[in-house]
């Protein structure tokens, strides 16, 4: 009897973009034993990276890949999966970009096995978004998990580090758990693992059972994205975690969370009985997130922590896109594509700057932003630009993505969670006033602040981004919203 | 029916108590034996579905291959015995932690709280389709086919696993 390979539909241009990436990755870790300078093979980690980008390109462009599931329906060809991949792939980009310099200082013994887990993670984000396929989801997420516990830790010698990996760790094996259980209680409802196939077995399945199933499937995401009231790891892993890795948390991993939060609810459980219940829980979740993680950043000394509860209040954000997402598809996950990627363009260049501080051998206290202005002032000035941006002030991306939310928001009928979100856009205006006051009125002794030339172009490019993205956001937003017309409805 | 019940009930206890034990066990080489003796009754529960060959498997690999590799690794660390500093006063809190009553609680709610939404669902018959018995031959076919991606994102799993534990453990060396 031979294999039946009919079933398998191999493409391999779709399977490109994941392909360069985990070769450069198994090329970086042989390179890694046979080279004394290790400098280079960073440099090698971005290439691949960018070789990544424009395999996807050529992916991407209309007619080279028909739209549909390749590999055994494994891998899916269509717009969201283009989009997500090529955010993700940004945000790799850009955070190996500004731990080139920091990584060689803090840690000397594992320079390349950094960028190795920063490859390996954004590989399985990159399956996370091109999947419809709960296996592959859940394997993606794994992989990308696994390698940020590695990362939280890298830092040995530091106990804040080890406590860091230490409670990712355990919080996001609860996670995965909890995500588990209730795929696998959808999976014994319906008898497939395959999204399109799911959402019309589930017509039958008995209520009871598959609400319990939506729920645990919501917190397990809900620890992953860091909603609240499942946000208590994150402000301890943020801090203790190395500056550079916190920085690609609050980035990568979030962003593949939410694809996968996308896909699953709006592919999977949008039969119209569960639609409004999973829905109403988002928009609860979203409202606590916005608060708790707004109104508890506003007492934080240490600026990575407060930026872990800012990413919880910006993930309170994202979560009224998806509960819209329920009732107007297009608008929502549309809203939620565009603001996750005015997210990692704004974050890059913050958390460039923390970087650059830790560089010149000093902390990511408050007081340490004191008198940027006069040691680095088009740092300061930069800096300025991005909490704008993440207030949401126009004319930057951040007030764009939150425009689009609110707009998705009030179209879903959800006015009172638009209403809340503009409220607490200007409760954390707060908290980044904190550090700007730092920043512009307090004189200090130190002397200049030195970026190097992978930092300054971090911070360049995130500033650029922030401005052209915003100005230019209506190419963006009409790819995002078509994104979803193509997820196979 | 009735021995079905049983024999799944029994399994799932030995299970469960077992993976209770691995946690709770002071010794790390317990836990580890603890943990090869829940993976033996998952093979139980395997064997009461027919699946013989994935029951095998999970001898081979868990009980056999993962739980020798988890006795080598505590061998090449340091850490033998977790202890817990007595501490003088308690207060009624740490008391309560300690007893692990509130994780038993949780446990009991849980349970009965799937218990009840199981009832309550009316589970449709034939809602999966029986798989019938899986040959050696079926599983290759569909690991390479269906699965060929999940199977190599696996694979890199355990390869990155593997660097994150050397990264992790290794001695610091000049």
């Known amino acids: ?489 | 029916m009735t021995a079905q019940y049983l024999s799944f009930g029994a399994l799932a206890l030995v299970t469960l108590w077992s993976a209770y034990k691995v946690v709770t066990a002071r010794l790390i080489t317990h836990a580890a034996l603890w943990m090869a003796l829940s993976f033996t009754s998952v093979s139980g529960i395997f064997l009461m579905l027919q699946q013989e060959f994935i029951a095998a498997l999970q001898v081979l690999i868990y009980a056999g291959a993962i739980t020798t590799m988890i006795i080598f690794a505590i061998m090449l660390s340091s850490i033998r015995e977790i202890r817990v500093e007595p501490q003088e006063k308690r207060s009624i809190g740490q008391r309560i932690r300690a007893s692990g009553l509130l994780a038993v609680v949780v446990g009991l709610v849980f349970a009965a709280f799937m218990t009840y939404v199981y009832y309550v669902s009316e589970i449709p018959k034939e809602a999966v389709p029986d798989a019938g018995l899986l040959t050696v031959r079926q599983v290759g076919a569909t690991l390479f086919t269906r699965f060929t991606v999940p199977f190599e994102v696996a694979s890199i799993l355990l390869l990155l696993a593997m660097i994150g534990a050397i990264i992790l453990t290794a001695k610091e060396t000049e």
């Open chain 1, 1 to 489: 009897m031979p294999i039946d390979l009919s079933s398998v539909n191999p493409n391999l241009l779709i399977i490109l973009p994941p392909g360069v990436l985990a070769v450069f990755a198994l090329v970086v870790l042989v390179l890694d034993l046979y080279s004394q300078e290790k400098r280079w093979l960073a440099g090698l980690s971005l290439v691949g990276v960018l070789l990544s980008l424009v395999a996807l390109w050529f992916a991407s462009r209309p007619g080279a890949v028909p739209p549909g599931d390749y590999f055994g329906r494994m891998v899916t060809a269509d717009h969201f999966t283009f989009y997500m991949v090529a955010v993700l792939l940004v945000a790799a980009g850009l955070v190996i970009l500004f731990s080139m310099d920091w990584v060689p200082r803090r840690l000397p013994k594992v320079q390349v096995e950094y960028y190795e887990l920063v490859l390996f993670a954004t590989l399985g984000m990159m399956f996370m978004a091109a999947s419809r396929d709960v296996t592959l989801i859940y394997l993606g997420l794994e992989l990308s998990s696994q390698a940020s516990y590695i990362l939280a830790g890298l830092l040995r010698n530091d106990p804040r580090s080890n406590e860091a990996a230490l409670k990712y760790f355990l919080n996001g094996a609860l996670a995965s758990a909890v995500l588990l259980f209730g795929l696998s209680i959808l999976y014994g409802l319906t008898g497939t693992t395959y999204l399109p196939e799911m959402l019309v077995a589930l017509g039958q399945a008995p209520l009871p059972l598959l609400v319990t199933a939506m729920v645990f499937v919501i917190a397990g995401f809900g620890f992953k994205v860091a909603a609240a009231p499942f946000h208590l790891w994150a402000p301890d892993a943020y801090e203790g975690a190395p500056t550079p890795v916190s920085g690609f948390f609050s980035m990568a991993p979030k962003a593949a969370a939410w694809a996968a939060v996308l896909r699953v609810f709006l592919e999977g459980l949008s039969i119209p009985q569960v639609m409004d219940k999973w829905s109403v829980l988002y928009a609860v979740l979203s409202a606590s997130s916005m608060l708790i993680g707004n109104l508890t950043a506003l007492w934080q000394t240490n600026v990575k922590r407060m930026m872990a509860y800012s990413s919880v209040s910006h993930a309170g954000y994202i979560l009224v896109g998806v509960a819209a997402a329920a009732r107007a598809p297009e608008v929502g996950a549309g809203a939620v594509l565009f603001y996750l990627l005015s997210y990692i363009l704004t974050n890059a260049g913050i958390w460039a700057a923390l970087v650059a501080l830790e560089n010149q051998g000093e902390g990511t206290e408050m007081a340490d932003f004191r008198g940027l202005a006069q040691r680095n002032p088009a740092l300061a000035w930069s800096l300025l630009l991005l909490f704008v941006s993440l207030i949401g002030i126009p004319p930057t991306v951040g007030f764009f993505g939150k425009f689009f939310l609110f707009r998705a928001g009030v179209q879903a009928g959800y006015v009172w969670l638009a209403v809340l979100m503009a409220i607490n856009s200007a409760i954390s205006v707060g908290y980044y006033y904190a550090v700007v006051r730092n920043m512009f009125f307090e004189k200090t002794e130190k002397p200049r602040l030195e970026l190097g030339s992978s930092l300054q172009a971090v911070v360049a490019l995130s500033v650029l981004a922030v401005l052209v993205v915003g100005l230019g956001s209506s190419p963006v937003i009409q790819y995002a919203e078509a994104a979803l017309g193509l997820l196979g409805r």
